[in-house]
Nanobody, 113 residues
Framework: VQLQASGGGSVQPGGSLRLSCVASGRIFSINVMGWFRQFPGKQRDLVASSGNGGSTTYADSVKGRFTIFRDNAKNTVYLQMNSLKPEDTAVYYC????????WGQGTLVTVSS
């Protein structure tokens, strides 16, 4: 499975960004797709995930602000990020599980005035 992420950038607090991640290869093996983020010197943590059955999970820190959704026809998962805060600044990674974790390249999101 190969994952190609895009959509990071710089935004002011309160702004929005949408991340995209296109999966290719053995996509039939994927059960879960998700977004993770990593702060400097910290481990990579789950931001949001989407299962094949439509279930979603979110980190408490992003609930009500971020939305994960998939376009299965395009093999793409999105992360819509609204009401961004400076503490959301991190490198964001797309991940896909099935039956191991596959990772896309990171994309930097910077929230700053």
């Amino acid at each position: 499975v190969q994952l190609q992420a895009s959509g990071g950038g710089s935004v002011q607090p309160g702004g929005s960004l949408r991340l995209s991640c296109v999966a290719s290869g053995r996509i039939f093996s994927i059960n879960v797709m998700g977004w993770f983020r990593q702060f400097p010197g910290k481990q990579r943590d789950l931001v949001a995930s989407s299962g094949n059955g439509g279930s979603t999970t979110y980190a408490d820190s992003v609930k009500g602000r971020f939305t994960i959704f998939r376009d299965n026809a395009k093999n793409t998962v999105y992360l819509q990020m609204n009401s961004l805060k400076p503490e959301d600044t991190a490198v964001y990674y797309c991940g896909a599980w099935g039956p191991v974790w596959y990772w896309g390249q990171g994309t930097l999101v910077t929230v700053s005035s």
